[in-house]
């Protein structure tokens, strides 16, 4: 398996710049995230990488071997597309077997890996079988044991899940990372599903506007947004308003919100996300100590959703949400003021 | 509604079908002034045999028109493959003149090339029927090729070149299969544009050498013979099985 570097690389689709300076490694045997909404970057920064597209700048590498200006036939890397994109004149076998095939290896071979991958990808006896004959969730499984059966130096996902429906997907993003973990293949993908990302990534980077602005464990990204941006992207965030006033933050409203996150200088603006699973919804003010934030607000909705509600409150102008697990009790009715209450750890501070 | 369809159909069918069926009923009626009732004899067959002339022009149809689907089929896919592919400057002005030829009356295109061969020293004769039909069919092939690329995935070549595929690799296993049906189509098209062509053969036939629709015009001229009524028999059923046997071997559009 390999390494794969990406050095400062931009591409430009005419004067569009569909990536601006992007560098990120990734490691040996990861499953890389690149997560972004449509138009950042991220298909091109991986078809960039399978060889379909050069850039105007920067470097790439595989394994530490310069691969930039490789077409993809010669690059050894294993790509599964969103449409799967199986030879429809092919059967299971002859897809899978395609890139044994093309590389002129012995019948008895290719027999053998092409059953050792469709064994892997639990297809086994299917191998007559036409694409059109086949469900969404085995065509996927097809698709990926021909990206792999080759054994690659680096796997390259397109949007994988997003054909198949939610129930399947589920089920097939912990068989992804199963088989992704026995061969141990370095694997990048793409996606616009923030929870798919969060799922299947030992790391993921935020792509916007052809950017990398930020990348880190899945938990690290979750936990410690550095922008709105990515605070709102990665699962939901309330957005609030101030300016740093000692250790906390004066909101704009008046009251003071405290943190355990640094802090810029005094006087600087900031804005600061708390996730809507932390806080509590309280009907009565609670005596605090320094290490809670409090807030008033009007419930105006409780939306109920089985394991959990979701009061929709607002705050002045202000749309605020949180989320509460269903613990039995009755929730909090519209209309009535509560008091909003969570952890000053649970402050973050993102950039202005 | 469903009968009145039914009517519909029946009429659509009988105004194709009719003039053809007479034709071939009279090819075997033994009497030459379509002499009623039919008396059966294979008369006309037979001395069909024995026409140089109209075997001769006939033979020169079936060179022409396999020549020219040959020639007209590669160029057109190769031309239609390219319209998919590359972008580069008037490429929707060449589709566009593309579709005007098709419109074009063939007295004027056949007007046209006759000046133009005469004019450029390509003269007349067998090779210039060729390449009057060429131009002809070329349009045809592009465009039912065209139609059929409409509905290729672009990710099926990409995806055969991620898995090592080199580009000669990529057209014969993935791209060329896809399009045989859109080809096998354009080539039918291409014979047929050729086979028919009249006009155009007529202006570029040279004493001695013509076509089938042209000696058959000759003959008519000189006077009929049920003659013509056979040989036009022949040429119907073979290509009515040939249109058969392709649309049964490739079900058109029905693969996916």
Redesign the interface.
């Known amino acids: 398996m390999a390494t794969v570097s990406v050095k400062g690389v931009s591409k430009l689709f005419g004067t569009f710049r569909a990536l601006d300076d992007v560098s990120i490694e990734f490691d040996d045997g990861g499953f890389y995230g690149l997560l972004g909404p449509s138009g950042s970057g991220k298909t091109t920064l991986l078809r960039l990488i399978a060889g379909f597209e050069f850039p105007d700048m920067g470097a790439i590498t595989i394994g530490g071997e310069a691969v930039e200006r490789l077409p993809a036939e010669k690059r050894d890397v294993g790509m599964m597309f969103q449409s799967y994109a199986l030879f429809p004149n092919m059967n299971v076998f002859d897809n899978v077997a395609f890139g044994l095939t093309v590389r002129k290896l012995p019948r008895s071979e290719i027999r053998t890996r092409v059953g050792e991958a469709l064994e892997l990808v639990e297809l086994g006896g299917l191998e007559t079988r036409r694409p059109h004959q086949l469900s969404g969730g085995q065509r996927q499984r097809v698709a990926l044991a021909r990206a792999i059966v080759f054994r690659p130096r680096v796997l390259l996902l397109d949007e994988p899940l997003s054909a198949l429906d939610k129930a399947l997907r589920t089920g097939m993003q912990i068989e992804l990372k199963r088989i992704q973990r026995e061969i141990g293949i370095t694997t990048i993908f793409v996606t616009h599903d923030q929870e798919e990302a969060l799922t299947l990534s030992d790391r993921v980077g935020v792509l916007r506007d052809g950017r990398l602005i930020q990348e880190g464990a899945p938990r690290d990204l979750y936990e410690r947004p550095k922008s709105a941006f990515v605070a709102t992207f990665l699962g939901d965030a309330n957005l609030l308003e101030g300016i740093v006033e000692g250790a906390a933050i004066r909101l704009d409203e008046g009251p003071l919100v405290r943190t355990t996150a640094p802090l810029p200088a005094i006087g600087s603006r900031v804005t600061v996300a708390v996730r809507p699973e932390r806080i509590t919804v309280s009907p009565e003010a609670q005596t605090s100590g320094g290490e809670h934030n409090e807030l008033g607000a009007r419930v105006e909705e409780a939306i109920f959703a089985g394991n959990s509600l979701t009061y929709m409150l607002s705050r002045g102008g202000r749309k605020l949400r949180v989320f509460a697990q269903n613990t039995g009790s009755e929730p909090v009715s519209a209309d009535t003021p509560v008091r909003l209450v969570w952890a000053a750890s649970d402050t973050i501070v993102v950039e202005a | 509604m469903a009968a009145a369809g039914r009517i519909y159909l029946g009429l659509v069918l009988v105004f194709l079908y009719a003039p053809i069926l007479v034709m071939a009923a009279m090819s075997f009626n033994d009497s030459q002034l379509y002499a009623l009732p039919v008396k059966w004899s294979l008369r006309w067959y037979a001395d069909l045999a024995g026409n140089q002339r109209l075997i001769d022009a006939g033979i020169n149809s079936i060179v022409i028109a396999m020549i020219t689907t040959v020639i007209a089929g590669t160029l057109g896919t190769a031309a239609a493959l390219a319209f998919f592919r590359y972008e580069f400057r008037g490429k929707r002005l060449l589709q566009i003149l593309l579709f005007p030829p098709i419109a074009i009356p063939w007295l004027i295109t056949g007007t046209a090339m006759l000046l133009f061969f005469f004019w450029t020293g390509i003269g007349r004769g067998l090779h210039a029927m060729v390449l009057g039909h060429v131009a002809l069919a070329l349009p045809y092939v592009i465009i039912v090729v065209a139609a059929r690329l409409k509905a290729f995935?672009p990710?099926?070549e990409?995806?055969?070149?991620?898995?090592?595929?080199?580009?000669w690799?990529v057209v014969r296993?993935?791209t060329l299969?896809?399009l045989a049906p859109g080809v096998v189509a354009a080539a039918l098209f291409a014979f047929a544009v050729s086979f028919d062509q009249f006009v155009i053969s007529y202006f570029l036939a040279v004493p001695g050498v013509s076509t089938l629709p042209v000696e058959i015009y000759t003959s008519i001229r000189k006077g009929f013979t049920p003659e013509i009524n056979a040989i036009s028999t022949i040429v119907i059923v073979s290509s009515m099985a040939l249109l058969i046997g392709v649309t049964r071997f490739y079900r058109f559009g029905g693969?996916?």
């Open positions: 995935d990710d099926l990409a995806a055969a070149r991620s898995l090592g595929a080199s580009p690799q296993y993935v299969p896809f693969d996916r």
